[in-house]
């Protein structure tokens, strides 16, 4: 067992190991030269550009500009900002709480709308419950998250006055944007919760849990249900590192704060550093997220923490 989580962690560092070289490489996918596109808009003049390609390191030779970013990144420094020369790391912590508050709040609506909903397709199946948990699903999984956004906004805090439309200021302020990012991830997780609820239910072991007598609630939801939410969890590991992704247009539509706003305007500014550091912290989360979810599985069913301690 121990073994098979020492495994875990190493794969994990190596793919965070990549994603740093991923990162780096921005610049160089980038058509053109980079500084040239961070100056455009400016005056610039060959000593401006001159200073700029110093300050980022880019005069020098590719190894050597290599060795000094993952060095930079060990201590954690992940450059300054062109805009205004302030370290990215700090400015990437003071908006990631309010991130982080987003996704998870829209994790947990997906998490336990999609499973509540596949639980019921999946018992009634063919029926009308099935019919509707599945054009839910469907609706969720079709609509873009920005016109859901939109859509939330122009009802519950145009018509209904309910929630406030924009702003970070408290749990109310919260309500809408999570909906609209747990939409999203509830319907793939239906889907996937009811396929393998289906799955599960025709297994051998089930059967023989009835034939014991045992009332059909207890073998739902604490034997079907805990074997069929290996595949759910999966799903859920990838849609964090969707949310995340989502929370970009979602902080936009709703006037919030947080790292995917912070994107979006190092983006237009053309602040390469804080978009480097954005993408690689993001990158960071997105991997031990699913680490932990990896980890998780040994929790929930037994015969994964046996398969993995052989």
Request: charged residues 15%; aromatic residues 8%; without cysteine.
């Amino acid at each position: 067992m121990a073994l098979a989580i020492i495994r875990r962690i190493i794969s994990s560092m190596l793919v965070i190991a990549g994603a740093s070289v991923l990162v780096f490489f921005i610049l160089y996918l980038l058509p053109g030269d980079p500084v040239l596109i961070m100056l455009a808009g400016t005056t610039t003049t060959a000593e401006a550009a001159a200073n700029l390609r110093h300050q980022l390191g880019l005069d020098q030779p590719v190894f050597m500009q290599f060795i000094q970013y993952a060095g930079d990144l060990l201590r954690g420094d992940f450059g300054k900002s062109i805009v205004n020369e302030d370290p990215v790391l700090p400015k990437i912590l003071e908006q990631f709480p309010a991130t982080a508050a987003l996704t998870a709040a829209g994790t947990l609506i997906a998490l336990l709308t999609g499973i509540w909903l596949g639980v019921l397709s999946a018992v009634h199946r063919s029926g009308v419950i099935d019919l509707l948990a599945r054009v839910i699903s469907l609706f969720g999984i079709s609509m873009p998250t920005f016109w859901s956004g939109i859509l939330l906004i122009l009802i519950f805090s145009v018509h209904l006055d309910w929630f406030p439309a924009m702003g970070s200021e408290g749990w109310r302020s919260l309500v809408l944007p999570a909906l609209a990012l747990g939409l999203v991830g509830s319907g793939f997780i239906v889907r996937m919760v009811r396929s393998s609820m289906l799955d599960v239910m025709n297994e051998p072991f089930i059967t023989t849990l009835r034939s014991k007598g045992l009332p059909e609630r207890i073998i739902l939801y604490k034997h079907a249900l805990r074997s069929a939410l290996i595949p759910a969890l999966t799903m859920i590991g990838i849609q964090i590192g969707e949310l995340m992704a989502g929370a970009v247009v979602i902080e936009t539509v709703f006037s919030r704060q947080g790292i995917g706003r912070l994107l979006g305007g190092a983006i237009m500014a053309k602040d390469l550093p804080v978009v480097q550091g954005v993408v690689f912290f993001t990158a960071i989360i997105y991997v031990l997220i699913n680490l932990l979810v990896d980890l998780s599985y040994t929790l929930i069913d037994p015969r994964v923490k046996r398969a993995s301690s052989r």
